[in-house]
C-alpha cells in the first residue's frame, strides 16, 4: 500500500522498537534473526540505549553476528565474542564471556541464537547467568523471529511446533514474537501486509504478543505503517554470503531513497 513521501517520513520518527534488560533472538533457520539482531542493536545504539550484542549462533556459518563486528563497535556496541583464534570455536570458549554480558546490571543485551532446536540447545547453558540476571529485575524477553515465506513456518501449525522445539531444547518460555516476512531481495509492501496478518493471526493462536515488525528499509516510503499494531523495525540488509558480501558494510539509512 503505497503511501506519500511526507506521511512516510512522519511515520519514521516512530519506528523504533524500545527495548532494555535481556533480549534473546531464537527462530528458524533462515528467519533472519542475525539481522534482526544487528539492526535492533544499530538503531537502540543510534536512540541512545547503551548496547551489546552477542554472537551465540554455532551452526550457521554465513549468517552470524560475527560478520559485522568492525561496524558494530565502530557505533560503541560491545560485541561478544571470543578471541579471534577461536572464532569457530564450540560452546566452551563462548559461553563464560555472554554469561558476563548476560550479568550486566545496565543497559540492552541481544542474544543472537542459532537456527531451530539445534541452535537454541545453547541457551540451557546459560541458566545460571539468567536466573542472577533475574535476581537484579532485569526485563527478559525471548523474542520468536518468524517468516512466513520460509519452510516449516509457513503454516501456524509449523509456527507452533518450532515454538515448542525451541522451548524444549532452550528451558525457556518465548514471551513474544517478531514478524519478518522477507523475500530477500524481491520482498514488496504486499509480502509485508500478507506476513503482518500472518503472525497476527500466530498471536491470538498462542497468545504471544506481536512485540514488532520487521520492513526492508526501502520499502518503508511505499508502506502504510499507521495501520500496523506494534512497532516496525527498519531493516538494512547487510549480511550476505561471502560470494555476494558487498564492498563495505554501513547503516546509513540516509543513502536509499
Known amino acids: 500500500m503505497a503511501i506519500s513521501t511526507s506521511t512516510a517520513t512522519a511515520n519514521l520518527n516512530k519506528i523504533t522498537p524500545r527495548f532494555d534488560g535481556i533480549v534473546v533472538i531464537v527462530g528458524a533457520f533462515g528467519s533472519g534473526k542475525t539481522e534482526v539482531a544487528v539492526n535492533l542493536a544499530a538503531l537502540s545504539r543510534e536512540a541512545g ?4 550484542i ?3 549462533d554455532l551452526v550457521n556459518p554465513y549468517f552470524r553476528t560475527r560478520e559485522a563486528r568492525v561496524p558494530l563497535t565502530r557505533m560503541g556496541i560491545g560485541v561478544v565474542l571470543p578471541p579471534e583464534i577461536y572464532l569457530h570455536a564450540d560452546l566452551p570458549i563462548l559461553t563464560p564471556l555472554v554469561a558476563g554480558a548476560i550479568r550486566r546490571t545496565e543497559g540492552l543485551v541481544i542474544l543472537d541464537v542459532g537456527g531451530n532446536d539445534v541452535g537454541a540447545t545453547v541457551l540451557a547453558s546459560l541458566a545460571d547467568a539468567f536466573h542472577a540476571s533475574s535476581l537484579e529485575k532485569r526485563p527478559f524477553h ?9 519452510p516449516f513456518t509457513g ?9 515448542k522445539s525451541i522451548e524444549r531444547a532452550s528451558k525457556l518460555a518465548i514471551t513474544g514474537i517478531i514478524g519478518n516476512a522477507n523475500l530477500m531481495e524481491e520482498t514488496r509492501a504486499e509480502d509485508i501486509e500478507e506476513g503482518y496478518r500472518f503472525v497476527r493471526a500466530f498471536s491470538e493462536k498462542s497468545r504471544l504478543p506481536l512485540e514488532m515488525i520487521t520492513i526492508p528499509y526501502p520499502l518503508l516510503k511505499q508502506t502504510d505503517i499507521t495501520h500496523f499494531s506494534c512497532p516496525v523495525l527498519s531493516i538494512q540488509r547487510q549480511l550476505v554470503p561471502p560470494w555476494k558480501k558487498p564492498a563495505g558494510f554501513h547503516f546509513d539509512r540516509k543513502s536509499d531513497s
Open 142 to 150: 525471548v523474542l520468536f523471529v518468524m517468516n512466513p515465506f520460509r
Open 54 to 56: 552477542a554472537d551465540l
Open 49 to 52: 540505549s547503551e548496547v551489546w
Open 155 to 163: 503454516t501456524l501449525s509449523g509456527c507452533m511446533k518450532m515454538r
